[in-house]
């Protein structure tokens, strides 16, 4: 099963900007579907963008225009840059491997905190 190790987070201003990393595990990371979820106390995880294996993109409509998603092969990396935080982006980020029908395939790994507060 993938592992996955998320970095990148912290404490930024509304209007800031961050960028999550996430490393997978194993020797088809090309090949995979790659997520990004978020989830606060209390709340469900989230899905708030996936990268295809072909680098096609999808976004939640919350994030849609301040969020990018990418993802560099040779590294076994997804990243999710995060420009205009808002407040209601503070959340517990976290990545995985999305089989065909955006089914998590991989271990959830222990995310990394985002907080946007003035």
């Known amino acids: 099963q993938v592992q996955l190790v998320e970095s990148g987070g912290g404490l930024v201003q509304p209007g800031g900007s961050l960028r999550l990393s996430c490393v997978a595990s194993g020797d088809t990371f090309s090949m995979k579907t790659m997520g990004w979820y978020r989830q606060t106390p209390g709340k469900q995880r989230d899905m708030v963008a996936y990268?295809?294996?072909?680098?096609?993109?999808n976004y939640a409509e919350s994030v849609k225009g301040r969020f990018t998603i990418s993802r560099d092969n040779a590294k076994n990396t997804v990243y999710l840059q995060m420009n205009s935080l808002k407040p209601e982006d503070t959340a517990v980020y976290y990545c995985?491997?999305?089989?065909?029908?955006?089914?998590?395939?991989?271990?959830w790994g222990q995310g990394t905190q985002v907080t946007v507060s003035s």
């Open positions: 990268i295809s294996s072909g680098g096609s993109t």
């Open positions: 995985n491997a999305l089989g065909r029908w955006l089914q998590v395939q991989g271990s």
